[in-house]
């Protein structure tokens, strides 16, 4: 249990104090911070925020966190009676289990307290750089710790731990060409070190269980930036399901996260609509890495393998990276699964309406042309360019509200409207790649609600964008036709080894 004391200190009268008075308060005071300092320290805690510090005939109010760190300058003064003196009382400080307190006064001879050194400052060590892990320069940093508040940034946070302006600027300056702080999430973690002067010596800020950024000094004293990757164990694992309802469904059932089942979808995105064409019945098997540290799984790696069977189709996809190193799927014949248009330019959830060449306009409640799709989605769900093109328009367009226009190859021409904004870089005449985001979902100009209405034009004409054929992407090239044949066996057996009991049980 702890106990709380209340330590009386007898201070000389003005009348018989004068300047030997106050000399004896300062020798008194700082041997009571500097006794309590120690047995805190022997204890293994740190000086109260009760505890005061004498400099001259200045009282130095501590923080919890620092260290009482006393210079004696007072000569040997002669003792003075007890009586003589007043009681002049310092508010007690929480300590933890003391021996039984001494009879006499507590004196500490000045040469002792001359001799005291301070604690270790305390801080992560991994936040520590090498330039400056001398134990003697350690003694005069500073470091601040904490996480990013909800709803605030991490300039906020670290002027609210004492950080000066010019500190956080050369921190956000310094990050700003490996991470854009406007990106910060609430509760990541960051930490600063900086010298007595207040100047940063570096910096950390924990993305993710994989990510960190840092910034260190070099060897000119300019501060630099970096990411980090933290070790990863790579583990391959097989999955299986049978679809009752949906895709959505299925995986998750198997203790899988949601963001599986968009890595899975997109594989199948120029083939699949999985919002209209998913059936009970349906199987899907993958073969996916999982990435774990210590504390266990951390994220996915890349699918190695993907397969999606319907009553009258099976789809297949492998990953197979050539001699350069660029990768991407391919069917088993050694066909790229990618189209040169993708099906649908946004993850929607439902389709509210269809080409038609007569529809009643919803508003205007007039029958007329609807030469496009609608689909149907929150609002601020990013649009992608279904193809690599070039955008031709970019602005308000009457009935589209907020519209983006891209030109792309053979005549086509895709439009997107009703948005909500644009990306901030999406300018007319930027070449713009297939599922680039060239916008987010709105409800702008004459719309009912949050949707994309998407439409194409070929030669001038629009058509019908779910009735389109498109080309497949480029095969395996022939110099990496061996090696792709070996690992697509292995790739295949993977995916034949993945068969869940749902599926046998269904099959029974």
Do not use: C
């Amino acid at each position: 249990m702890t106990r709380r004391r209340t330590f009386a200190l007898s201070a000389l009268r003005r009348t018989a104090g004068g300047v030997a008075g106050s000399a004896l308060l300062v020798f008194a005071v700082s041997a009571l911070a500097t006794y309590s300092g120690m047995r805190l320290l022997q204890a293994g805690g740190v000086v109260p925020e009760e505890i005061r510090t004498v400099e001259g005939p200045r009282l130095i109010r501590t923080r919890p966190t620092d260290v009482v760190e006393l210079e004696a300058t007072v000569p040997a003064l002669p003792a003075l009676p007890v009586a003589q003196a007043e009681p002049l009382y310092v508010p007690a400080a929480t300590v933890g289990p003391l021996d039984p307190p001494p009879a006499p006064p507590l004196v500490v001879p000045l040469p002792a307290l001359a001799a005291l050194e301070p604690a270790p400052v305390l801080g992560p060590v991994e936040a520590v750089p090498a330039s400056i892990a001398d134990p003697e320069a350690q003694d005069s940093l500073r470091v601040v710790s904490g996480r990013v508040p909800r709803g605030g940034t991490v300039a906020g946070a670290l002027a609210e731990l004492g950080v000066d302006g010019p500190a956080i600027h050369a921190v956000s300056r310094a990050m700003r060409p490996v991470f854009d702080f406007r990106r910060a999430r609430a509760g990541e973690f960051f930490s600063l070190i900086a010298d007595a002067g207040g100047e940063v010596l570096s910096f950390e800020y924990q993305r993710s269980r994989d990510t960190v950024y840092r910034i260190e000094r070099d060897h000119t004293g300019e501060l630099v930036a970096r990411a980090d990757e933290v070790p990863l164990e790579r583990r391959v694992v097989h999955l299986a399901g049978l679809i009752q309802s949906s895709v959505f469904e299925a995986v998750t059932e198997l203790g899988e996260r949601p963001d599986l089942v968009h890595s899975f979808a997109d594989i199948f995105v120029w083939d699949i609509d999985f919002a209209t064409q998913v059936r009970p019945g349906d199987e899907f098997r993958m073969t996916v890495e999982k990435l774990y540290d210590d504390a266990g799984f951390v994220r996915y790696g890349r699918i190695l393998a993907a397969e999606y069977r319907t009553s009258h189709r099976s789809h297949t996809a492998l990953y197979f990276e050539d001699d350069e190193g660029y990768g991407d799927y391919f069917t088993p014949e050694g066909t790229s699964v990618r189209r040169t248009f993708l099906r649908a330019p946004v993850n929607y959830s439902r389709i509210s309406s269809r080409f038609s060449r007569s529809r009643l306009h919803p508003i205007l409640k007039v029958r007329r042309p609807h030469e496009g799709i609608d689909y149907a989605a929150p609002t601020g769900t990013p649009v992608w360019a279904v193809a690599d093109g070039t955008v031709i328009f970019r602005g308000w367009s009457g009935g589209f509200g907020r519209l983006v226009k891209i030109r792309h190859n053979n005549g086509y021409v895709s439009y997107y409207g009703h948005l909500s904004r644009y990306p901030g870089e999406l300018q007319v005449g930027e070449r713009v790649r297939q599922k680039q985001v060239i916008g987010y979902v709105g409800s702008s100009g004459l719309s009912t609600g949050p949707h994309l209405d998407y439409r194409v034009k070929v030669n001038g004409r629009y058509v019908d964008p779910l009735k389109l054929k498109f080309p497949n992407g480029q095969s395996i090239p022939v110099r990496a036709r061996d090696r792709f044949e070996q690992a697509k066996e292995g790739l295949l057996a993977g995916l034949r080894e993945a068969q869940p009991a749902v599926v046998l049980e269904a099959a029974l």
